[in-house]
Each structure stands twice: as C-alpha cells, then as structure tokens.
C-alpha cells in the first residue's frame, strides 16, 4: 500500500442552486518521503485536494489513505488529531503569531504535538539560528515563511503540505524557501506536497501532478528532479 492513496476522490461545493465539482473523480498514490508539486491554473481545485488531504474539508465521494488510515471516514475528533500530530501545514502569507517571536512560534506548535522536535534545532535546520528572538515584524518575508516551516515540522509530522508557499515572496527569496523543503524531502524523509501554478517549479518535484477543472491531467515521475537553487522561472 502506498503512502497516500485517493481513490476516486470527488468535492462537490453547493451553493444554492449552483453546484462546483472541485474535484472530480480523482485518483493517485504517492509514497513516503517523495517531493510532490501539485501544478494547475487558478480554480482547478488544487486547494480542495490540499484541504480534503489534511482534513481540513470533508469529502463527497471516494476514498483516501494515509499511512494505512482511512482519513474519509475519520469522526471530528479523529480528524482533529490527525491535523494536530500527523500534518503540517504551510500557507501563502505565513500566519504567525504576530505578538510571539520565532522561537515562541515554534514553541507552540510543540505543545500540541505528541513527539515533536527541538524548537532550537528546526529554526536551525531552515537557517534562521540566530533570529529565534526576532518578532515576524523583524523579519523579512522569507524569514517569516521560514519560520512557518520550521513551525510545520516541529511538529514532526507525516506530511508537510504547502499551499504556494512561494507566493508572497520574490525570486531569490522563493527558491531558497523551495530549497528548504526539497531538504525536507531529501535529507529528513519527510513527505511534502507543494501547491504551485508555476509550471517551472514542477521541475524540483520527484512527481508532478498535473490538475485541471477538478481532474488529474497526468501524473509524471520525474527520474532526476533539478536542485531548487538550479531551478529558473
Ligand atoms: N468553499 C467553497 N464553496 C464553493 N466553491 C468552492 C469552495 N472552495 C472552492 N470552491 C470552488 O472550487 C473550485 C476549485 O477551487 P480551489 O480553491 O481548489 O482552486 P485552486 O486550484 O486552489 O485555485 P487557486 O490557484 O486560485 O488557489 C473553484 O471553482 C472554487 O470556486
Ligand atoms: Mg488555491
């Protein structure tokens, strides 16, 4: 049995009349530790699949397995301790608190979580040692998501899922953040999901899938995926 398994996933949103089929029909595997970019235009219900594999959104049909569990029929509570101690979740626009510096950040993910890693140790590990004292009004964008990663796998979660987490940020700045979770992948094992429209960073991933109106276009293993400090776009 692989890592993730979606297995004939659809999300239909209703809204009065209206009915959107985010996902449609969607099915795919990814092992562990592998580096997966999620590439699609804007709507194309990469989101709800992040959300739906997070528990984060409930599911219409279909079936998905992470690490042996069944994360479709998982009750509330289940499903809260999943989000808490199995995923880690990296947004577009950081969302650290704004009043606790980054070590205090990192702390309190810890705190929910069963075996976590030392807060000093993952600031280290993203590169930001010496600014564990700095507020994120004293940092700067790529600092801040930096930050924000080493909250997500303080929390030593299965899997890393990151929403564009690029998106807010400029060229040079991007590619060091998209390097820290290839290191993610490459170095710890732990497996990481990106979201991207950018059709150039599809290039780092070990698989891409490619998504489009809700429905998997392809799915491609990439036998020698580039170094993210290699990559242009
Ligand atoms: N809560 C919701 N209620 C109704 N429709 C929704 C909801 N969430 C998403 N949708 C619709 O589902 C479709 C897929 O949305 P989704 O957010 O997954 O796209 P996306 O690929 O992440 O796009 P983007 O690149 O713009 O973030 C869109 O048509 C969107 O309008
Ligand atoms: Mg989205």
């Not at 089929?21 to 992040?50: M, N, P």
């Not at 909250?151 to 940020?169: F, H, I, S, Y």
């Amino acid at each position: 049995m692989a890592f993730i398994e979606f297995e004939h996933v659809s999300k239909i949103y209703k809204t009065g009349e209206v009915e959107v089929r985010a996902v449609d029909d969607v099915s795919f595997k990814i092992d562990k530790g592998k580096f997966v970019v999620v590439l699609g235009a804007s709507g194309a219900g990469k989101t709800t699949i992040l959300n739906l594999l997070g528990g984060m959104d409930s599911l219409t049909s279909g079936k998905i397995i992470v690490d042996g569990r069944d994360v479709s029929k998982a009750n509330d509570r289940q499903l809260c301790e999943y989000r808490r101690y199995d995923i880690g979740f990296i947004f577009q626009f950081y969302n650290l608190v704004q009043n606790l510096t980054a070590y205090e950040n990192v702390e309190l993910a810890r705190q929910i979580c069963k075996d976590p890693l030392d807060a000093k140790e993952v600031l280290a590990m993203v590169g930001l040692k010496e600014r564990a004292d700095n507020f994120p009004s004293q940092l700067s964008g790529g600092e801040q998501q930096r930050v924000a990663i080493a909250r997500a796998v303080a929390k030593n979660p299965k899997l890393l899922l990151c929403d564009e987490p690029t998106g807010a940020l400029d060229y040079v700045t991007g590619k060091q953040i998209l390097k820290v979770l290839q290191d993610m992948s490459k170095i710890h094992h732990i497996t990481v999901i990106m979201i991207t429209h950018n059709s150039a960073l599809a290039n780092i991933g070990d698989t891409i899938i490619r998504v489009r109106s809700g429905k998997i276009e392809s799915i491609s293993e990439n036998a020698r995926p580039m170094n993210a400090e290699d990559i242009e776009y």
